[in-house]
């Protein structure tokens, strides 16, 4: 599933406009509570854009607008977290800011500056950590520490240091291209590790199935047209 470049714009600029930070952080929100340990929604979601000072929709109909474009976009992200990201390729990357200056040059690997890229999108990761916590912290391994890892290097440029954590060295712009183009498969492992039977077909005992029920096979036949044909 995908949305136009309009509508990903319009979006972003309602959530800009309105202090619901960014199109970017939206998207590291929903992947967030997409693969995590609990069901969250996008009416959840859309609480915790409203706790960083968000400003009134300036009318119904542009809350009713937002409203839209939000859940098209929870399903893209939906959609994209659950599928293979070596099958994606690059369409299973999130939706991030680039800097100006990659509509001037050919090879972004010979870009030299320093923009944060993907920082809003660890931002938006870790609102969800922060609303709930409690159910990740109970779900944390040392599986997740690499990710989270992750998540601290990329949003270095926008924490604060604390006497409990120092501030962190911020990391190069090749360092951030890596850790980005490790996102999807970092996700992939979370969404799996959520949803163990995604992708398994699943089989029914076929003394349990109704003559008239779905084939388990997959087939989309009723079940006496197919694999229950030759019972008496």
Sequence with gaps: MQMSETKLGRLDDLLASTNRYSLEALDGLFSAAL?????????DCVAVLELGGATPWSSEAEASEADGLMREFWQVIAARVAADPKVLGEESLPFIDSPEEFDEIDDISTYTGDFPIASDWAIGFRFALNEWGEAWDEWMDESLYPFMGMLMTLSADQTEATPDMPALPLPSFEERMGLL???PFQLAKLYRRRHPDHGKTLRRDPSKVGRNDPCSCGSGKKYKKCCGSGEA
């Design 35 to 43: 693969v995590g340990p609990i069901d969250v929604d996008v009416d």
């Design 181 to 183: 183009n490790e996102i």
